[in-house]
Every structure is written in C-alpha cells, then in structure tokens.
C-alpha cells in the first residue's frame, strides 16, 4: 500500500485563493494604502460618470458631442461592470453581498445603461451612481457620521406613532378646508372638483403658494387666509416631535446612568446597571463582588 504524499494545497497559499484574499482586501477595505486608493479612484471614476450623464442632458451639448458621451458612458458602465464582478468573485459572503445595501446600489449603477440600449430614455437614471459616492466616508474614516446618523434614524423610528398620527390629522384638516373651498368658490372659480380642491388646500396650507388656483371670492379669500395659518401650525408640531426625541437622546448621551465597573465573563461586555445580576447581552451570571457595586454606588 502506498501513501498519497501530496497533501491538499490550502486555499490561502493556492494562487487562485491567493489572488482573491488579495483582491477582496483592496476592494472591501480601507486598512490598505491600496484599499484606500482603489476608493478614492473609484469615487473618481463614480464622480465623473455622473458628470458626464448631466453634461449630456445639455441640448446643445448632446447635439455636438453626444456620441462621444455615449461612448464615454459605456466605456465607465464596463468598469463598472468588471468592478461589480470582482467583487462577486472574490468575497466569500456572496450571497450577503449581493442582497446587501451595497451590492443593490452597485447592481443600479450599471443596470441603467443597459436598459438604455432597448429604452433610450431611461439613460438618465444613470445618475443613481452617484449613491456609490457614499462609499467616501469609509475613505475618511468618518464613521462618526455614521453614529449621528444612526441617531437620526433611531428619533425617527421613535417618533414614527406619533408623527403617522399627525399626518393623518393634516389629512382630515386638508379634505375639510378643500371641501369648504369647493362649496363656497365652486366651478366658475376654478374649483371644479374635489380632487382638484384638495390640491388647491395641500399647496395652501403648506404654504408653498403656487398661485395656478386661487380664489375668487371674498369668503374663499378668508378660508385662504386661514389655511396659511393653520399651516403654520402645523409645520411646528413635527418639528418639535422630533426635536423633543432628539434632544433627550442627546441629554441621555451627554449624562449616562451609573454602570458596573465589570465584565461579562461570558461575552466580556461592560456597562452592566448597579444592581444587575445578569448580563443584559447575554444573560449570564455576572457574580459581581460586593466591594466593586459599593464603589460603582459611591462613584
């Protein structure tokens, strides 16, 4: 019996898994000077797509220089596409990448040209790139921001109830003064339904004021003046919803309650309250000793 002396080659030291391991440090990470300027060139690249759609949009331009643009975009939608297939390639959590955030706006950022070969009109929607350019603040390392925005996003969550509640009392108020509106200018005046009051009464009451619908009448004028008011209202309500989450959050931040100076010795996570016996990440049994609540107390 002979014995099989060639050992399995591992993936790290094949040069296939080599070069994958390689490529996927570049193109997913920021520790690198080469992962930093494969983002920076790629922003670029990103940058100057986009400029090139919106040059495009120009009328004269398109008639002068259309087709270079043109071959311009296609030349940026084949890296784009060779980008989004090493990518695929080369993470081992394809399928997490591909249903993640940002493996569907880089999927967006090449489908619109695509498209636009069998429906030319859709060639704008190549500005969707610029979503890509999000991708900077992992360059700059200002993951802060990205705290804040969380924040933003949780008093938006939190203030979600109430804020539905809101919309739809401005709902109710809208349909009432676009009623009153309709009864009291009717037809001859522009009101001619409904549906068309309602328009007339989001726009005044938002007072934004477009000034394609107005009223007539000396009555409709008072009920105009009204809803001017009335939204003046009701802009400050959900401002200072929001305001009031966002400022408690902020107060919560700036003051933390008193935690324990210790430890899960199960996941190693701190900031346990005075008087936990579990840990509230893991539900383990903390056994705090009593020397370290007294100091936590006295702290």
């Not at 390689?22 to 670029?44: K, W």
């Not at 859709?122 to 390392?141: G, H, I, M, N, T």
């Not at 939190?158 to 200018?185: D, G, H, K, P, Q």
């Not at 996570?269 to 000793?289: I, M, N, R, W």
């Amino acid at each position: 019996m002979t014995m099989n002396t060639h050992a399995p080659i591992p993936e790290a030291s094949h040069p296939a898994g080599g070069l994958r391991r390689q490529l996927e440090i570049v193109i997913f990470g920021t520790d690198t000077p080469a992962g930093r300027n494969f983002d920076i060139a790629l922003l670029f690249v990103i940058l100057s797509s986009v400029l090139t759609v919106m040059i495009d949009s120009v009328p004269h331009i398109h008639i002068r220089h259309g087709e270079i643009l043109w071959q311009l975009e296609i030349a940026f939608t084949a890296v784009f596409t060779l980008e989004y297939l090493v990518r695929i390639w080369c993470t081992e959590h394809r399928r997490a990448y591909l249903t993640s955030v940002w493996g569907i706006v880089d999927l967006l950022a090449i489908l619109p040209t695509y498209i636009a070969f069998y429906s030319p009109e859709a060639a704008p929607l190549v500005v969707v790139r610029l979503l890509r350019v999000v991708r900077v603040f992992r360059v700059l390392k200002l993951m802060a921001l990205f705290a804040e925005l969380n924040e933003i996003l949780g008093v938006l969550k939190n203030t979600a109830r109430s804020i539905f509640v809101f919309l739809i009392m401005v709902m109710i108020v809208v349909v009432v003064f676009a009623c009153i509106i309709y009864v009291v200018e009717g037809p001859q005046n522009g009101f001619d339904s409904i549906p068309m009051s309602i328009y007339w009464a989001v726009v005044t009451i938002t007072t934004v004021g477009y000034g394609d619908l107005v009223p007539q009448t000396p009555a409709g004028r008072f009920i105009a003046g009204f809803g001017m008011l009335v939204g003046y209202s009701i802009i400050a309500v959900p401002t200072a919803i929001i305001t009031r989450e966002l400022w408690e959050r902020i107060n919560a931040r700036q003051d933390p309650l008193p935690t324990l100076n210790w430890n899960c010795p199960v996941c190693a996570k701190s900031g346990h309250g005075l008087e936990a016996t579990f840990c509230q990440h893991c539900g383990s049994a903390l056994d705090v000793p009593d020397e370290v609540r007294e100091a936590a107390h006295r702290a």
